[in-house]
């Protein structure tokens, strides 16, 4: 029975195009990628400022394995709480200026953790379109109401605000920067909002963090918003190179998800190289400030490299670039034929995306060089005009 129902499910899913495989990546996570057996540019990464395999990490994981071992044993709550936790927590409040933070193993565990800890049955959580899965499967674990607005639609927020019963607690939860389409929140807005009708504002700063804002602590510290927006989530695994996710915020906060966030209580904690290695691309935020420079030098001349060949693209400035194809079938086959040609961009296709949206999320590192660029350029020209 169960075979039956496994078989089934893969072909519905074929059926439907949207089954999905596994790519194997040999080496390095680099600009360069060997992809299942070929060597190509990669412009689907989330390694945003290359930290991904930059020496200082590198040194950073290799003296904590020898200094602390591998494993951390136990829950941080049981004996897994290790120096270089509070030593990496403590470095993220300071990034972020907030009072304090917390590591949560990974940026799926934290947005449901903090999600289910900060609303319940009977509460209200509005949440953008646009949020990434572990925001909606946060939203759906804490059993409270989920209202979706679309995609940073203030008007039907404030709508909704107004119409929340008034005994209902109220949690606003956004990106600060969109995961898919690479454009900002309008985050100062949402926090007035927030304000007006006795909101909580919860962001996830996934792809901002050492990005955007003094020394890349994100979008809510580049708009002067930290003392406003009191939960402030984001990842380690993307432009800081390693693993593993935080939440900054009040000290407050910190104690009641220790006490409360399930995902946060019930499981290993971090090993101490993943540690090491988030507390040395910390450092480098603040050391290597060109390669933000890079990476927006970068992202100029692919926008208007693309723009120059007549593909329409949207509002994103960011490293995040969408380029829409619409149909899911027509973009996975313009993501092969890029592929074929060498260069790497995946197409994302629903449901990670909504259905007609199809498309190649092509995305920057500060570690392209200008060849790669325009051998990128060069490939999406050919790819369009077979079409
Ligand atoms: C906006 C956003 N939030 C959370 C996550 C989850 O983070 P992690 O990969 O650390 O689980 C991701 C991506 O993976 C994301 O894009």
């Not at 040194?59 to 020898?66: G, N």
């Not at 660029?373 to 077979?386: D, G, Q, S, T």
Request: proline fraction near 3%.
């Amino acid at each position: 029975m169960a075979g039956n129902f496994i078989e089934e499910e893969l072909k519905r899913l074929k059926e439907q195009g949207v089954y999905r495989k596994l790519r194997h990546v040999e080496g390095e996570q680099g600009a360069i990628l060997t992809l299942d057996g070929r060597e190509v540019l990669n412009f689907s990464s989330n390694n945003y400022l290359g930290l991904a395999n930059h020496p200082a990490l590198r040194a950073a994981a290799v003296a904590a394995i020898e200094r602390y071992g591998c494993g951390s044993g136990a829950s941080r709550l049981i004996s897994g709480n290790m120096t270089l936790h509070e030593e990496l927590e403590a470095k993220i409040a300071a990034l972020k200026g907030t009072g304090a933070a917390l590591v949560f193993n990974s940026g799926y565990q934290a947005n449901i953790g903090i999600l289910s800890v900060l609303a319940d049955e009977g509460d209200l959580i509005l949440s953008d379109a646009l949020n990434h899965a572990s925001i909606i499967d946060g939203c759906r674990l804490s059993r409270a109401k989920s209202v979706i607005y679309p995609h940073s639609d203030l008007a039907r927020l404030e709508d909704e605000l107004k119409k929340a019963p008034a005994s209902a607690r109220k949690l606003i939860v956004t990106e600060t920067l969109f995961s898919m389409d690479g454009d900002e929140a309008l985050l100062v807005e949402i926090v007035e909002l927030a304000e007006r009708y006795g909101a909580l504002v919860m962001v996830d700063e996934a792809h901002a963090t050492g990005v955007f804002g003094p020394n890349g602590a994100g979008l809510v510290a580049k708009l002067g918003l930290v003392e406003r927006v009191p939960v402030q989530m984001g990842t380690l695994g993307k432009a800081l190179g390693g693993f593993g996710a935080y939440v900054a915020g009040s000290r407050k906060l910190r104690e009641l998800l220790i006490n409360r966030a399930r995902s946060f209580i019930f499981t290993t904690s971090l090993p101490p190289a993943v540690m090491a290695m988030a507390i040395a691309a910390i450092e480098i935020l603040y050391k290597e400030p060109e390669r933000r420079l890079a990476l927006w030098h970068n992202c100029r001349a692919l926008r208007d490299g693309l723009k120059g060949l007549g593909f329409s693209l949207g509002e994103s400035q960011s490293q995040i670039q969408p380029l829409v194809i619409g149909d899911a079938q027509k973009c996975m086959a313009f993501s092969e034929r890029l592929l074929e040609k060498g260069v790497f961009a995946q197409g994302i296709r629903p449901p990670t995306v909504p259905p007609g949206t199809s498309r190649l999320r092509i995305t920057l590192m500060a570690t392209h060089t200008h060849e790669h660029i325009h051998r990128a350029l060069k490939a999406f020209e050919e790819v369009k005009n077979e079409n």
